[in-house]
């Protein structure tokens, strides 16, 4: 069993901006990008102010900003192959852009980055893992995830599998855990991010494949998968073969996580293999993780084919 990371803390760790912030506006008068775009970000931006801000400014963070020349020379700093993707997804660039500031206002209590950088990484690491030690996986959780989920083992009894179980089950609970942290750091500061511009993005988020199907009428099965995952190589086929088969009833997509990194975020997606359900009216129904047989995903989509 494998789980993807995608180098999320990586990419918060990109961009460096002062970042100690005061507070501009009574509460009542505030309105959050989260409650006005629910399900647009994941991340430090869903706790963002909507403000009237300056065409060129799109985050305002106390009085430094992050500007749009600012976002296309980090577009144009990805790979060739991604930077087309890029120009669709520049809402999940800035995120990332945005992330580290507010973690050095927060972490570090300074606004610029200090001369001795192996301190400076040594002080990171230590935050890391004093939000990650805080996590446990009880022996009770390990064994209802090997009942509920007996197409990921084959025939290995749960004492074969109970101490990868554990490091895989720890894992993932420690990026959920961070992934929450880095959310509510958005409540620690104040942001401001341009209006106008995030009414461009939540439109432009949504030209892939998985959004358009969303609004198809159909339900939608999602699957996120990577060439290097052996769960994952075992389940395309199963995906494939569905695909075609409920082709007239259904949407049934498959998106490689290394190619499609940008949708994978916008999704949400930590572990892989993934597998998003959603149900006619394109609401998100059920998320699993790991290898699912052809006859239990079968059974959910006839399900949703039904209500």
């Not at 990586?10 to 507070?23: E, Q, T, Y």
């Not at 609401?283 to 239990?296: A, P, T």
Request: hydrophobic fraction near 40%.
């Amino acid at each position: 069993m494998s789980f993807f990371n995608a180098g999320k803390i990586l990419l918060a760790l990109s961009v460096m901006l002062p970042a100690v912030l005061p507070s501009f506006a009574e509460e009542g008068s505030r309105e959050y990008l989260s409650d006005k775009y629910p399900g647009l970000s994941s991340g430090i931006l869903s706790r963002a102010i909507l403000a009237e801000l300056p065409d060129e400014e799109l985050v305002k963070v106390k009085e430094k900003p992050i500007t749009r020349d600012m976002l296309d020379i980090k577009i144009m700093e990805l790979p060739e192959e991604r930077r087309e993707q890029g120009e669709n997804y520049e809402f999940y660039i800035l995120e990332g852009m945005v992330t580290k500031p507010i973690m050095m206002a927060i972490i570090l209590d300074i606004e610029d980055l200090p001369a001795d950088n192996d301190l400076f990484q040594k002080q990171i690491r230590e935050y890391l893992e004093s939000v990650m030690n805080t996590v446990e996986i009880s022996d009770k959780e390990i064994r209802r995830f090997y009942d509920e989920n007996p197409d990921m083992f084959s025939d290995d009894a749960f004492d074969d599998v109970k101490e990868m179980l554990q490091t895989e089950l720890t894992r993932q609970k420690q990026r959920e855990a961070w992934d929450e942290h880095v959310r509510n750091m958005g409540n620690e500061v104040e942001i401001r991010v341009n209006r106008a511009w995030v009414e461009e993005q939540v439109e432009k988020v949504k030209d892939n494949p998985l959004d358009k199907a969303r609004v198809s009428d159909k339900p939608v099965l999602a699957v996120f998968v990577a060439e290097w995952s052996p769960p994952c190589q075992k389940l395309k086929p199963v995906i494939e073969k569905l695909a075609e088969e409920l082709s007239d009833k259904a949407a049934v997509l498959m998106f490689d996580t290394d190619e499609q990194g940008f949708l994978a975020s916008r999704y949400n997606i930590v572990n892989i293999p993934t597998l998003l359900f959603f149900d006619k009216t394109g609401h998100e129904v059920e998320r699993r993780s790991g290898f699912l047989s052809q006859e239990k995903i079968l059974n959910k989509l006839e399900a949703l084919l039904t209500s």
